[in-house]
């Protein structure tokens, strides 16, 4: 009896969390009818899959010369519409980066810096891990995302215009080659 009920637990447990907690979507973004046209660029206007790639490539790039190498690239959903964007269950923000399963771009967000700005997110998981990410000081994690991303607004909410502030002042002590040594510390 217990096997058996072990056995449906396991069985059902990927499909409620899928029903429920919808960013885990990000792990298979083709089974809510998203194409993906590589292992790492997935988007619901395949007409896009170009300028996805471009923006996917440039942030890459940008980051590991920025904030050093991203052990495993992370696969990248671009919704081109809010239905799409909105099958993952992230409300009304511009992008979100799920731990290092992946990231998703709302329609707005198909710009170099928000691209940026998520895979940051992503390589703070590789380097700190969730715990750390998700505990970790705000202004260091947002204030990173936005001052490393080279986000052009001039000025930004109150409480991210601090943390990016917070965060340039922080960089400039340590530096990019102590960066990762000294965030474990924070």
Known sequence: MVQRSLLIAVLLLPA????FIKPVRVVAPRLTGISCSSEFICTDAPARYPEAATLYDEAVHFVESAAGPIGKKPRVTFCATAACFQAFGLGKRSAATIGTLGIVISPRAWKPYYVRHEMIHHLQYEQLGIIKVWHGPEWFIEGMAYALSEDPRPQLSESFEHDRSRFKNW????GKQQLWIEAIHL
């Open 171 to 174: 960089y400039q002590q340590v």
């Open 16 to 19: 409620a969390a899928w029903a």
